[in-house]
Structure formats: structure tokens, C-alpha cells
């Protein structure tokens, strides 16, 4: 049993304050957010900069000790909590949570892994920038969990994802050194971008400590729609007209008449009083005007529109999570997925039927503009969760799409690794984790990659 000296050993290193073993405290670490993953831990370790990590991470492969790192375990693929069945640790980032000073001139800032996306956006908005990824969970999301997950969110139409907006990169390998990477350059283009490889790596390769970010000038002045369309491929038409009147478009996001309905039974507003089969919401850097002018050369009939933040017809959109999880008997089968743009339809079509067929309720909205559809199906008979993931996932492959769009593939998607990479792809992906960590000490079973080797054993 490893625990004893072990925890001694990481309150040494970290703190007594800091090793967190009360079931009551430790708890919340190791549910994700979805309830459908629960692991265990011998503790919850929150370690407060770069050296304290490298100290946790070294003392936990000497001993055979997964670590799991964790941000804000937001993430909805169950890789932000530990395996079952296993000693590990939980690494929470929570205290590495330093903003530097903006470099404004240099448009670039650089934070600890732990600071949540909300506390960043403030931060950079004061400076009179802006940062190019936001998301719903923006007051628990932090900046590290962003990088490792590679998220998107609602602007990567306009600004990419996380990945893009990685400039430099902090992070403890798992022989404890520490890799840095760290100038707002835009263009350097030496050697393999190990920060580009981190990014996405969902806590197998490194736990990240820093993150250097660009960032990009405020938007000046916005106006958001809500547009009611029959198709999601009338909702891509619609884009295109905006596109070509020349409207720069900051998102573009689809919801469905069901989405709308469960809303209202929670006591949300509807858009329109006669809900539309699909619903388009669009924010554009533009005047309102403009963008009406937009929607009606496409032949819009119905449309309810907002100029600025446009708080509440975001609202309607960024409702959708909680509302699910809320309303469903059982935790709700997320599916986040991607197909070609005109294939949409075609997989909400595909997706009915097997809902159907299970006794669930699908309810579906996302990511218009990057033909990415987030599958929820609720009311699912968890004995048959697994089934019905993988005929979904079968479909999805079926129409040339991903299995994983943006939350990444954690622990959820496992098995199913082989719809969306070939072999000779995989076995690329599992040198690169033997290389980096031959004993994988970092997130067991996340990516599908092995679990622990004990000290003293081959791999
Ligand atoms: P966690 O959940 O703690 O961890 C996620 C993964 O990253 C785990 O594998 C974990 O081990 C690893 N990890 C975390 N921190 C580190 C670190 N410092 N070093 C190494 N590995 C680490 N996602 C999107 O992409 N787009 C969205 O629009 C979006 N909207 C959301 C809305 C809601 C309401 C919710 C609940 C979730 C949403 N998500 C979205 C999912 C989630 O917010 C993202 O995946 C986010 O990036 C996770 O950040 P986190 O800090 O919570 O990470
Ligand atoms: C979103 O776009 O709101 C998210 O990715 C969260 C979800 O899929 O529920
Ligand atoms: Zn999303």
C-alpha cells in the first residue's frame, strides 16, 4: 500500500493544508460532470507553482501512483477524474492560478494553469483586449484544462480553437522536468511544436502549469440573431448570404424546436411564440441594421434580433447543458461529434430513429459553422449506454465525421478510437505517450493510453 509515506511525503512537498483525503471534501474531485464517471483517489493534491508540481509528480512515479490532473472538471468526457481500481492521485491546478501583466503591445498574456476562463476574460477585457475562446463553463473552465482538451466553444468560426491561441507552454513532464516554452512570437518554427502537442493530450503527456496566450482587439460593435430556418442546411444557406454581404461572423450556432420546448417547460422564454423546426443564432461584427438587412436578402421570415451582448438570446443557447442534465432520469449520453457541413441534417436524421428505438429523448444543438452537433440523449437506460453510443458513433463515422469534435475523447470514447484514427495512427499516438511517459503515470486509461507499470517492471 502506497498511501502512508506517500501522503506524508506530498504534504511535505505541497503542504499538509493541501492533501486532501476527508471522502466529504474529496468527493466533488472525483465525480465528472456529466455523474456518469466516478474514480477513486488516495487524495486530492493541490499544488501551488511549477516546482510543488514537479515535486508531486516525481514522488507519485516512484511509487507506481497515477496522477489525474484536474482544472475545473468541467470536462464531459470523464478524463478529468481518476481510474477506479487503482492508487492515484487527483492534481487539482486550482492554486496555480497567476495572471501576469498584459502585454498589450505584444497581445499576449500569460496565466497558471488553474485560472478559470471567466477571471482571464476580465482581466484582458480591462487591458482593452480580448481573448478568442469562450464557452458556457467560463467561470470553472480554466485556462489548462482548455489547453489540454484543445476546447472550442462559440468563436472558432472566427478564431480557431484552443490550440490556435496557444502562443508558449509551461508544463511538468512525467519525469518531473519541466518544459518551457514561453515568447509571443507568432511565427517560430523550430523543431517539433510541443505545445501544440500538449494541446488536446487531456493530462496523458504532461500536466500543464502556464499557458501563453495571444489575444486579439475587442470587438467594436456586434449584433446577434436568432433566425428561424426549417433545415439545418437552411441554416448554412443563411451564413453563406451573411458571409457574402460581408458581415464577419463571430458565431453561428443551431438549436431544434425540441431544445426550445424543454426550455420553456423550465421556465425559459421562447425566441418565438410558434417555435421554427430549427433555430439559427448568429452574432456578426456589424450594426444590427446590417444584419437584418442580411437576413431578410436571405429570405428570412421570422427573425428576433439584438444588438451588443446580446445577453438573452445567448442565454436561450447556453442554457442548453444545465436544462439537459437537469431533465434527464438518467445521466445524459453527450455525444459531441463532427461532420461535414452539408451531412448535419443527415446525422440529426440518422440519430431520431435509434433515439427512438432505445426509449430516449435527443435532443441535439451546436456548433453551425463548424459542422459540429452535440448529440444528447436523454432518458438512456444506462445498461444500454454503450449500445446506443456506438451505433450513434457508427453513423457519425458512417457520414465521414469525428467521434470527438472538441471535449476530446477522455475515458467516454474509448472505444471507439478506431472509427475516427487508422492503426498505424494509433500506434503513432501510443510512441509518442511511451516516449514521454514509458511507466503512464499521467491519466491512465484517458486517450485509451496503458495504465501505471509498477516501479521496477518493463513497459
Ligand atoms: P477538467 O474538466 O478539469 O479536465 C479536462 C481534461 O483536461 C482532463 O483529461 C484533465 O486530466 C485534463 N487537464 C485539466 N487540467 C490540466 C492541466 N493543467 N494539465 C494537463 N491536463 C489537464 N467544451 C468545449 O470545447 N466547447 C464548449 O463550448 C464547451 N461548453 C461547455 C459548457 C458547459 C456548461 C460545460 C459543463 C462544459 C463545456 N465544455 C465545452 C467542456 C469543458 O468545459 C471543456 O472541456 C474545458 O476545456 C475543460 O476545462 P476544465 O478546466 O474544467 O478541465
Ligand atoms: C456547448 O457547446 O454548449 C458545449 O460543448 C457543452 C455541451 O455539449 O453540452
Ligand atoms: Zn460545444
Given at each position: 500500500m502506497p498511501a502512508a509515506g506517500l501522503l506524508d511525503d506530498l504534504a511535505g512537498i505541497v503542504g499538509?493544508?493541501?492533501?486532501?483525503?476527508d471522502p466529504a471534501i474529496t468527493a466533488g474531485y472525483l465525480t465528472d460532470w456529466t455523474g456518469r464517471w466516478t474514480g477513486d483517489a488516495l487524495a486530492v493534491v493541490r499544488p501551488g507553482n511549477t516546482a510543488e508540481v514537479a515535486g508531486v509528480v516525481r514522488r507519485c512515479a516512484e511509487s507506481g501512483v497515477a496522477i489525474c490532473p484536474q482544472g475545473g472538471n468541467t470536462g464531459l468526457v470523464g478524463g478529468s477524474v481518476p481510474p477506479v481500481g487503482m492508487p492515484a492521485v487527483v492534481l487539482s491546478t486550482?492554486?496555480?492560478d497567476w495572471i501576469d501583466d498584459v502585454d498589450v503591445p505584444g497581445r499576449a498574456v500569460g496565466a497558471g494553469a488553474g485560472v478559470p476562463l471567466a477571471r482571464l476574460e476580465r482581466r484582458v477585457h480591462a487591458a482593452g483586449l480580448a481573448f478568442g475562446v469562450d464557452l458556457a463553463a467560463r467561470d470553472s473552465a480554466t485556462v489548462g484544462g482548455m489547453v489540454a482538451t484543445n476546447a472550442g466553444g462559440i468563436h472558432v468560426v472566427r478564431y480557431g480553437s484552443m490550440r490556435a491561441q496557444v502562443l508558449g507552454i509551461e508544463a511538468v513532464l512525467a519525469s518531473g522536468e519541466v518544459l518551457r516554452r514561453w515568447r509571443?512570437?507568432?511565427?517560430d518554427n523550430v523543431g517539433y511544436d510541443l505545445p501544440g502537442l500538449l494541446t488536446g493530450s487531456e493530462g496523458t503527456l504532461a500536466v500543464i502549469t502556464g499557458v501563453l496566450v495571444r489575444l486579439v482587439p475587442q470587438l467594436r460593435r456586434t449584433a446577434s440573431a436568432i433566425a428561424a430556418v426549417d433545415h439545418p442546411a437552411a441554416a448554412l444557406r443563411v451564413l453563406t448570404a451573411i458571409e457574402e454581404a460581408g458581415l464577419v461572423v463571430c458565431a453561428a450556432e443551431l438549436m431544434i424546436r425540441r431544445g426550445m420546448d424543454l426550455l420553456a417547460e423550465h421556465g425559459h422564454r421562447r425566441?418565438?411564440?410558434?417555435?421554427?423546426p430549427y433555430l439559427l443564432l448568429v452574432t456578426v461584427e456589424a450594426a444590427g441594421a446590417d444584419l437584418a438587412a442580411a437576413l431578410e436578402a436571405a429570405g428570412v421570415a421570422d427573425a428576433v434580433l439584438e444588438e451588443g451582448s446580446a445577453a438573452q438570446l445567448w442565454a436561450v443557447r447556453e442554457a442548453h447543458t444545465e436544462i439537459i442534465a437537469r431533465a434527464s432520469t438518467t445521466p445524459v449520453v453527450k455525444l459531441d461529434v463532427s461532420v461535414p457541413l452539408p451531412a448535419l441534417g443527415d446525422l440529426i436524421d440518422a440519430v431520431d430513429p435509434l433515439a427512438a428505438e432505445f426509449g430516449a429523448r435527443h435532443i441535439p444543438f451546436g456548433h453551425l459553422a463548424d459542422g459540429n452537433l452535440h448529440v444528447n440523449l436523454l432518458d438512456v437506460d444506462p445498461a444500454r449506454a454503450d449500445e446506443l453510443t456506438d451505433r450513434v458513433l457508427r453513423a457519425v463515422a458512417g457520414l465521414?465525421?469525428?467521434?470527438?469534435?472538441?471535449?476530446?475523447?477522455?475515458?467516454?470514447k474509448v472505444p471507439w478510437l478506431d472509427l475516427s484514427r487508422s492503426l498505424a495512427d494509433l500506434a503513432a499516438m501510443r510512441a509518442v505517450k511511451s516516449a514521454l511517459d514509458p511507466r503512464g503515470t499521467?491519466?491512465?486509461?484517458?486517450?485509451g493510453m496503458a495504465s501505471v507499470t509498477p516501479p521496477g517492471r518493463g513497459l
Open positions: 499538509g493544508a493541501h492533501v486532501l483525503t486550482a492554486r496555480l509571443p512570437l507568432r511565427k425566441p418565438f411564440a410558434d417555435p421554427p465521414g465525421g469525428s467521434i470527438s469534435a472538441e471535449h476530446g475523447v477522455g475515458r467516454a499521467l491519466n491512465p486509461g484517458v486517450l
